[in-house]
């Protein structure tokens, strides 16, 4: 595990002669024309699988090979079936008496190898000469006229077949489909993204373009197990259908870095130290031919900008939208926080926390003030009778004052108040002095 370990993770970092750190080039995954740095090895006995489908294979073979198996076929086929044709007419005896006038060969006018070897290049080609042909009286040339004609088919459909599919690859249209150099991380609408650009290079569209794009970096389970260069989506709009692309213009793709993102946790500061591969895979089918294309790059931490944000390509011109390419990879800082995704909610939790204390002091005086006006009514049953009896003839002096103090919290409760709620209640002249009495003691008790 240590190893494996070492091997893809230590391996990028290389210690120089004066003992110091220095961080050396990134062996990619997938480079930056889209070639992906994969062989495979030790197949043992596997490699027969490759025979099995011989057809993909030669399409998968480089030119040079693809045209030397091209010609070597032709000229052993060519050598075998004219070494066929030569030695039936010297089985026959045709090469000895072929200037006889009265004796009937197989095929007329063949002396020798190169007249065999002539006679089957006619054949093939369905040249026609006239000068040689075969006779009625051999009945094997007529049979091996016929295998040569099925085997000559055959021949030209597989590798005529193969060279043309070959040719017709769209691997040469993904040279005009272009990606910026470097990717970059600023905000957009209020979010932190990351974001690249693409572009067309040719007017003829890409039917059904879509984009993906795959984090490539190592990690280690909780169970232990590492996994090398482990796979992870990443979404660029997947859910909202933004990455299907109409691409007749460079388009900046963007994806938003929040809590399901594995760029969650980071920031300018860790990206210095991080090490993973962005690999974008644009995918489509070509206008002109009808097959699908692909187009593949990728981006490591290194480059990735942070703080920058790509210069506008399109510009307006008379009667037509121009694209200035040559502003294509420029990119041009713009203000952005250095903190993670995950650092910003903390901090705005946090500050929403701090405020938090102020509502519940203000709760706190309202329910101690509610307290204290309960206890001046509840003072009424301290009385003596005859005022609790007044009292009770007017039960919404006190329901009244408790209203007021529960209504307005930013003041206290005091007698003032039950006296300006008093002077509001018509009071009955023969009660007036119980009820200057009852109002004298409700003060006394609410000044204690």
Known sequence: MAAVRRKFGDEYQAVGPGGGGARRERQRFVDKNGRCNVQHGNLGGESSRYLSDLFTTLVDLKWRWNLLIFLLTYTVAWLVMASMWWGIAYLRGD???????????????????PSAFLFFIETEATIGYGHRYITERCPEGIVLFLFQSLLGSIVDAFLIGCMFIKMSQPKKRAETLMFSRAAVVSQRDGKLCLMFRVGNLRNSHMVSAQIRCKLIKSRQTPEGEFLPLDQCELDVGFGTGADQLFLVSPLTICHEINS?????????????????????????????????????????EDEVLWGHRFLPVMSLEDGFFRVDYSQFHATFEVPTPPY??????????????????????????????????IDIAGEKNKLPFKLQKISSRKEDLPRRALRMSSSNTGKTCSTGDLLNIQEMS???????????????????????
């Open 260 to 300: 399901k993102s594995p760029f969650f946790c980071l920031s300018q500061r860790s990206l210095r130290s991080e090490q993973f591969e962005i690999v974008v895979i644009l995918e489509g089918i070509v206008e002109t031919t009808g097959m699908t294309c692909q187009a593949r790059t990728s981006y490591t």
């Open 426 to 448: 018509p009071i009955s002249n023969g009660e007036d002095g119980d009820e200057r009495i009852q109002l004298k003691a409700l003060k006394m008790n609410a000044e204690a």
């Open 340 to 373: 993670s995704v995950k650092e910003q909610e903390e901090n705005l939790s946090l500050s929403s926390s701090l405020n938090s204390p102020i509502d519940n002091n203000k709760t706190r005086r309202e329910k101690v003030c509610s307290l204290d006006c």
């Open 95 to 113: 090469l000895h008496r072929a200037h006889d006038d009265t004796y009937s060969p197989c095929v007329a006018n063949v002396y020798n190898f």
